[in-house]
């Protein structure tokens, strides 16, 4: 069995990470980026979506056809347009970070658990379209939380309690007030 971190020592690296983070970028969140990753998609189909407007002084402000994207003030549009930017960078750095954990000595799962988790097939079955369908299903209502919350769990919870954020806390009283009862329901075992 592997060693892992446990939750102290993975606790206080996490603190150090997102504290290293704001003092030297800004608050660590992940959700806009999948609003942007969007954008990259679909400006390319509508050109519309994501308009750049040179203006006299050299400057540009951007805009868009789609209300979601234009009531950043242009934010979004722009980081669309400039995809190298910190955010979009760190997400997909998440991707490659968790890929060299698993590769390089993180946590290993057994061949029987890599699509169907032992928890999930003992209570809701061996089906991998019911996981895959769940997952899914999980995957759309956290981010649709997420961007309705206008920040996701990151962004919320973890910087926004870290910089003791009002908004932070309620954030995460509501995470867990939905999340504890709906895990006792569909996890009874």
Not at 126 to 139: C, D, E, I
Not at 146 to 157: E, F
Request: proline share 5%; net charge positive.
């Amino acid at each position: 069995m592997t060693q892992t971190w446990g939750w102290l020592k993975g606790g206080i690296v996490l603190g150090l990470v997102f504290l290293t983070a704001v003092a030297i970028v800004k608050p660590i969140g992940v959700s806009t980026q999948y609003v942007i990753a969007d954008c990259l998609i679909f400006c390319n189909v509508d050109p519309a979506l994501a308009q750049e407007i040179p203006q006299e002084d050299g400057s540009v402000i951007y805009k868009s056809s789609n209300p979601y994207l234009n009531k950043s003030k242009g934010k979004y549009v722009k980081a669309a347009k400039n995809p190298g930017n910190y955010g979009f960078v760190f997400v997909l750095a998440m991707f490659v970070g968790g890929w060299l954990a698993a590769k390089f000595g993180g946590p290993t799962v057994a061949d029987d658990e890599k699509w169907i988790p032992r928890v999930w097939r003992e209570n809701i079955g061996p089906s991998w379209g019911k996981r895959m369908a769940g997952a899914f299903f999980a995957g759309f209502m956290i981010l649709f939380g997420a961007r309705l919350a206008g920040g996701c769990t990151s962004g919320h919870m973890m910087s926004g309690m870290m910089q003791t954020s009002l908004s932070g806390y309620l954030f995460a009283i509501g995470v867990f007030t939905i999340a504890v009862p709906v895990s006792i329901l569909l996890f009874r075992r």
